[in-house]
């Protein structure tokens, strides 16, 4: 299977752009900030457990409002999913760094990205290769991961993209 697809065994090198500099710097250089995350009743934006962290599931929002609703492949272009993906992606940075304290010290293991999508749209994983991406941009090699995407019927509030994240620190 073709890496772009979403499969594949072995990792590609690094991009220039991601080497000998801090995830922070990273970060900046991207024009990105971490955003704050808002609070809720009934979840937490991470669980630790031993030295394995268990991010909940990041919606695309931004200072408080979401991205985007709808279907991909019927309501949501493929390229308006990637940039969700992408925020959420972000999103789950900031909770990462909410449980270690530090960009620098995060490391992605794996990451789970379900996408709201008709059921012949099949780029699911063309939608999850945005949020990998920016993962890798910003953490380098931490950044790199084990990754599932999957078709879903329906997201919360009609998001187009929820992503769930396992890391660690390092």
Do not use: W
């Amino acid at each position: 299977m073709n890496p772009q697809q979403g499969g594949g065994g072995g990792s590609l090198p690094l991009p220039q752009s991601v080497k000998g500099r801090s995830a922070s710097e990273r970060l900046q250089t991207l024009g990105l900030e971490l955003p704050a995350l808002a609070g809720s009743t009934y979840l937490v934006p991470h669980r630790t457990v031993g030295s394995t962290i268990h991010l909940s599931g990041q919606l695309p929002f931004k200072d408080g409002e979401l991205l985007g609703q709808g279907v991909v492949g019927r309501d949501v272009e493929l390229e308006t999913a990637q940039e969700l993906a992408r925020h959420a992606a972000l999103n789950c940075l900031a909770a990462a760094v909410q449980a270690v304290g530090d960009l620098d010290r995060v490391r992605i293991v794996q990451m789970l990205v379900f996408v709201a999508s008709t059921p012949d749209f099949g780029q699911q994983s063309n939608v999850a290769n945005a949020a990998s991406e920016l993962l890798i941009e910003v953490l380098g090699e931490n950044g790199r991961h084990a990754r599932t995407a999957i078709g879903v019927a329906g997201l919360p509030l009609n998001t187009p993209v929820e992503i769930q994240v396992i890391c660690t620190a390092v």
